[in-house]
């Protein structure tokens, strides 16, 4: 079988319920709509750490965050792990990567040097901005360019671009745009006009008041309902852009020999269970949508089994007979492209191994947890669990039975699974405990001390303080 080419195409902070081929009848997706018709629809793709870097550095590597250095926001990808691009050029791949890098450490701003692009050899990146509308990327050699208008229209003309350019040629790209992530109305007025007058419907378990952080304000519903709209905006934007990226693959005569992915790097909660943004156990920070279609070898149609963002590079690279070198913590499910019948794993490991950023403002405390198709639980270093949902009977996880005796028995099977995967990954290290052990401290405190924040020395008693029990109803 000859080795397809590969485009890859991933956002930042899009959940699985925001399309409109996941059941979103608000939302105007037409594009991804069309391409989900004639691919295979992933209904349970799960990040197993619900945050941009560490989710990001598992999507290229195939490793869990503590194996790739990469555990928590801003810190960089360790030296010597062997990413995807690295795999691909090896095997001749003509590779390339454009959008939000987010692996490259502190400053944000720093351009990303040949040998920690992971293998990707054509470069249109920036390591980490959210200005989606006065935006920049490095190129291959350092130099800045500046773009003009929405960022993901220029990162799109550039993916376009190498498509046409490498017709003739067996490529891989790898293309991250930024939004939906906030902010939410930096998006032209055009897509922001398509739910201006729109009726919006919140999510069933969206409450009267959002906490974003403990020294904040509550945000009301309605505030809720206006980053709705400004995230629908982006999302409809990026449909667009979707659309353009296929029909240039249709126009080359390369969607027969392409497998096409799409996905992104985590959920964002927008006021569902009283929470703003990510790193949290609910299916709206872990859920992701994942289309991905090759025609003449996957299927067409909807799959409910389970897949992680850590199994997705290992399962890509079989599509093509390649493998990483070495072990790694992801499995090949390729399998689930190509077979309706086939099985996936009976549990993914989900986690958080230190919060940062907005979990910490809000006093947010660490947690581990496992994702099944019928059950979500979660615990953290102190206690039995503080969560269990029935995700088939109660889908928006608005009834917490980890205290109903009734489910003591599946409570002690979840706890058990869960204890299985911290045994084998991480012994439930707290941070200052794995910061040490894995070697990270400099990486840490140099990442810590650029956003003013406790260095290893007083994280522990910063955690300490700020964490609080996260409370839901039984």
Request: some cysteine; proline content about 5%.
């Amino acid at each position: 079988m000859d080795q397809p080419n590969i485009l890859f195409i991933f956002s930042d902070q899009h959940r699985f319920c925001d399309l409109g081929c996941y059941g979103n009848r608000d939302i105007i997706s037409t594009n991804f709509d069309s391409f989900a018709a004639h691919a295979v629809r992933f209904q349970n793709c799960i990040s197993n750490s619900p945050v941009c870097v560490p989710a990001r550095g598992s999507l290229l590597t195939g490793l869990f965050p503590l194996r790739h250095g990469a555990v928590t926001n801003d810190l960089k990808i360790r030296s010597g792990v062997t990413g995807i691009g690295r795999v691909l050029a090896q095997a001749g791949y003509h590779t390339g990567y454009t959008g939000k890098w987010h692996l490259g450490g502190i400053p944000r701003s720093r351009h990303i040097p040949p040998e920690e692009r992971l293998g990707f050899n054509e470069w249109k990146a920036y390591n980490c901005h959210h200005n989606y509308q006065k935006a920049a990327y490095h190129d291959e050699q350092g130099i800045l360019h500046q773009i003009t208008g929405y960022e993901p229209a220029a990162q799109s003309d550039l993916a376009i671009d190498f498509i046409r350019r490498n017709k003739e040629k067996k490529w891989a790209f790898y293309l991250s745009w930024g939004p939906p992530h906030d902010p939410y109305f930096e998006v032209p007025e055009k897509y922001l006009s398509l739910y201006e007058d729109k009726k919006i419907r919140l999510r069933d378990n969206v409450g009267e008041t959002t906490l974003v952080s403990s020294s904040a304000p509550l945000l009301a519903k309605n505030d809720i309902e206006k980053m709705y709209r400004g995230y629908y905006a982006h999302i409809s934007a990026l449909d667009e852009q979707f659309g353009r990226i296929i029909n240039s693959l249709a126009e080359t005569n390369q969607m027969e020999n392409t497998v096409v992915v799409y996905t992104s790097d985590h959920g964002d909660m927008l006021g569902s269970q009283g929470f703003k943004s990510k790193q949290l156990p609910y299916d709206e920070s872990i859920l992701v949508p994942l289309l991905i279609s090759w025609p003449g070898h996957t299927y067409t149609g909807t799959c409910s089994e389970l897949i992680s963002l850590t199994d997705l590079p290992v399962s890509i690279l079989s599509l093509a007979n390649l493998a990483f070198p070495g072990s790694v913590d992801g499995a090949d499910f390729s399998r689930l492209f190509t077979d309706r019948s086939a099985a996936g794993p009976e549990a993914v490991y989900i986690f958080e191994h230190t919060a940062c950023h907005e979990a910490a403002r809000r006093g947010s405390r660490e947690w581990r947890g496992i994702r099944t198709k019928k059950y979500t639980y979660a615990r953290s270093a102190a206690d039995e669990g503080y969560l269990l949902f029935d995700n088939d009977e109660d889908p928006f996880q608005m009834k917490n039975l980890v205290a109903n005796p009734a489910y003591k028995a599946i409570r002690a099977d979840c706890r058990k699974i869960c204890s299985d995967f911290i045994s084998r990954h991480d012994a439930l290290l707290v941070p200052d405990d794995f910061i040490r052990h894995f070697g990270l401290k400099e990486e840490w405190n140099k990442s810590q001390a650029h956003f003013r924040l406790p260095l290893l020395e007083e994280h522990c008693n910063f955690v300490s303080s700020a964490a609080t029990t996260i409370k839901h109803a039984t």
